[in-house]
């Protein structure tokens, strides 16, 4: 079964993706309810960067050599877990809220079309497996 490592690779990737984009929508939407909320500060989830870094680990890089080290990085997409932080109103100005609806509402629909795109992948490779299973028939 070592021929479909590729395969089992890429469908664990886009499973992962759709995950991730799924805890992002929480958040975002949850900005978006706390939008008139006095004080509010705007949360932001990022995990582009460290799922990147899990793909392009390579084996000549920092390696821990003691399980009670701790790793320099996600080293697999599994690890990968992305991470929250709060984005404070700095401006002085108003109720302290951090958030702006309009630029939410441009951070949830790219949020959704790669979500959409990651699930359109998936669905394709699970066609192409059961092709393969059903001997293309």
Do not use: W
């Not at 989830?45 to 009670?68: G, V, Y």
């Not at 702006?100 to 949830?108: A, G, K, Q, R």
């Not at 079309?113 to 001997?135: D, F, G, I, P, R």
């Amino acid at each position: 079964m070592k021929s479909l490592t590729p395969f089992n690779s890429n469908m664990e990737l886009l499973q992962k993706v759709m995950d991730l984009r799924s805890t992002k929508q929480g958040v975002i939407a949850s900005n978006i309810a706390n939008a008139e909320t006095p004080g509010y500060a705007r949360k932001v989830f990022e995990f582009e960067e460290e799922l990147q870094q899990a793909l392009s680990r390579s084996p000549d890089k920092l390696e821990t050599t003691h399980c009670k080290h701790i790793p320099f990085a996600a080293t697999s997409i599994s690890e990968v877990s992305g991470t929250l932080r709060e984005v404070k109103d700095d401006t002085g100005i108003g109720d302290e809220n951090s958030v702006s609806v309009d630029m939410e509402m441009i951070d949830l629909s790219e949020n959704q079309l790669l979500y959409e795109t990651a699930a359109q992948l998936l669905k394709k490779k699970l066609s192409l497996l059961k092709y393969l299973v059903s001997e293309g028939k």
